[in-house]
């Protein structure tokens, strides 16, 4: 299956600080999807994205759709405790009926 | 309220005991699929389905099987489970998987246990 690079693995912030993930892919992917999930629950939908250079915000996340369409990444600024959580990054290829997902990023905020 | 339902939440159940997953979803979406989810590997694709009576097979189909025969229900069975299939399992759907707005909602997970 396809492979998705997501780094970095984990994370151990202060609250406050400014927070950036990314994900790499080995082919072409014309969607990305950001995801948070909290413990025991299921992944929630942050940020989708469809067109190569899309910036989108939502809230204090912005991600970006790269230019390669190899690439996205997460922005998350001025953390706050609420942000713990696992966030993957989701992607779907051209010619694909399947969205694949990063490993994930674990995101820990320390007040 | 838009949701996707798994049940059940938590099972333990012993080597070789078929169970089933069940799933529903009430938006009337055409796309459901099945994930596990393994510490380090992150979402893994079991099995999806286009449509009624649609199915394919994700990344990781061994030892599992679908049906679709209504639009809002996709059970996942496990007709002899091993230890090696306990995991975290996730039912989503959506749309499709073309165009814009197909981005997926998860159910709440199933944590399945085989001893």
């Known amino acids: 299956g396809q492979q998705l690079n997501q780094s970095p693995q984990s994370m151990f912030i202060q609250e406050g600080e400014d927070v950036s993930m990314n994900c790499t892919s080995s082919?072409?992917?014309?969607?990305w999807l950001w995801y948070k999930q909290d413990p025991g629950e299921g992944p929630v939908l942050l940020i989708a994205?469809?067109?190569?250079?899309e910036l989108t915000s939502n809230g204090r996340l912005t991600a970006q759709f790269g230019i390669t369409r190899k690439d996205s990444f997460l922005n998350i600024s001025a953390s706050i405790p609420s942000d713990v959580g696992i966030y993957f990054c989701?992607?779907?290829?051209?010619?694909?009926?399947?969205?694949?997902f990063g490993t994930g990023t674990s995101l820990t905020v320390i007040p | 309220e838009a949701q996707v339902t798994q049940n059940p939440r938590y099972l333990i159940t012993v080597t070789g005991k078929k169970l089933t997953v069940t799933c529903s979803q009430n938006?009337?979406?055409?796309?459901m699929s099945w994930y596990r989810q393994d510490p380090g590997l992150g979402l893994r694709q079991i099995y999806y389905?286009?449509?009624?009576?649609?199915?394919d097979k994700g990344d990781v189909p061994e030892g599992y099987k679908v049906s679709r025969k209504e639009k809002r229900n996709f059970p996942l069975i496990l007709e002899s489970p091993s230890p090696n299939q306990t995991s975290l399992y996730f039912c989503?759907?959506?749309?499709?998987?073309?165009?814009?707005?197909?981005?997926?909602?998860f159910g709440q997970g199933t944590r399945l246990t085989v001893v």
């Open positions: 989701a992607g779907r290829t051209i010619t694909g009926n399947q969205f694949y």
């Open positions: 082919s072409i992917f014309n969607t």
């Open positions: 994205l469809y067109k190569a250079g």
């Open positions: 389905s286009m449509n009624v009576e649609v199915t």
């Open positions: 989503a759907s959506s749309r499709g998987p073309w165009g814009m707005n197909t981005e997926a909602f």
């Open positions: 938006m009337n979406h055409e796309y």
